[in-house]
């Protein structure tokens, strides 16, 4: 087991808030990274089409047919059921517009500077 620091409730201030009310180090907030390999992977398939917008890339993709395989490569680790986040994502659009705007628009975006 690891070391564990006790402190009181409210003692969590400065090195202190970096750990659980049980002195184990905190976890990650938020939602699960996205796997290099996916990653890479979603960004190819939306630059191979270059007739149109890479949003509008992503709105494609996400009708393929294997996509629901890749979603499963990432929910895999989120709590709760993985089909229950594939099928939510497949039925409502801002779900796909916030994977979006969290995982990809900022490989899309990027200025070229001279």
Known sequence: MGKRIRYKYKDRKGIASLFNSKGYPRGKKGQPKLNQEILVGLIAKIKMNKK??????????????????ILEQHYKNKKGNAS?????????????KNFWRNHLQAHFNKKVSD
Not at 52 to 69: H, L, M, R
Not at 84 to 96: L, S
């Open 52 to 69: 149109i917008t890479p949003y509008k890339a992503w709105i494609e993709t996400t009708k393929d047919k294997n996509f629901p395989w």
């Open 84 to 96: 229950w986040w594939i099928t939510r994502f497949q039925n409502e659009p801002d779900t796909k």
